[in-house]
């Protein structure tokens, strides 16, 4: 199974740092297509919360598009920024919307290793400090 989604994936064999940076990319894209497909339908016909059910979808369409992007141009540097950006802005956008329960926290952990591994220690450095700026607002 894993080697139908790994034939897809934009193989940079020359260089370990393209190649584990593309592995990143589409293993995170395909875990937040399934994550927010649950979402979507678990708010929709459980908790019939139509906000967080559109947010979720939003999610499951950008991750989507951001999946077919990667796939069919192989620019992991401009996808790398488009995940990141994605991830960030989904994470405080969910923060924001529970008013920042503490179980939020959890999820924002996960900006800076994301942030720093796919735009680099300067630029993921400056995303996390401005997405913990926003938080703390």
């Known amino acids: ?26 293993h ?11 979402l ?3 708010n929709i016909f ?3 919360s139509y906000e967080l059910a559109l947010l979720d979808a939003v999610g499951l369409t950008l991750s989507i598009l951001l999946y077919v992007w990667f796939i069919k141009s192989s620019k992991i540097k401009a996808v790398s920024w488009a995940v990141v950006l994605l991830i960030n802005s989904l994470i405080l956008t969910f923060i924001i919307s529970i008013n920042g329960a503490a179980y939020s926290l959890f999820w924002a952990t996960l900006i800076p290793p994301f942030s720093f591994y796919l735009v680099g220690r300067n630029w993921g450095s400056l995303l996390s400090f401005c997405s913990v700026c926003f938080y703390s607002l």
């Not at 894993?2 to 897809?8: G, M, P």
């Open 1 to 26: 199974m894993l080697k139908y989604w790994y034939k897809n994936i934009p193989a940079h064999h020359n260089s370990p740092e393209l190649f584990w940076r593309s592995r990143l990319i589409a």
């Open 28 to 38: 995170s894209l395909l875990i937040c297509t399934v994550y927010f497909f649950v």
């Open 40 to 42: 979507t339908v678990i």
């Open 46 to 48: 459980k908790f019939n």
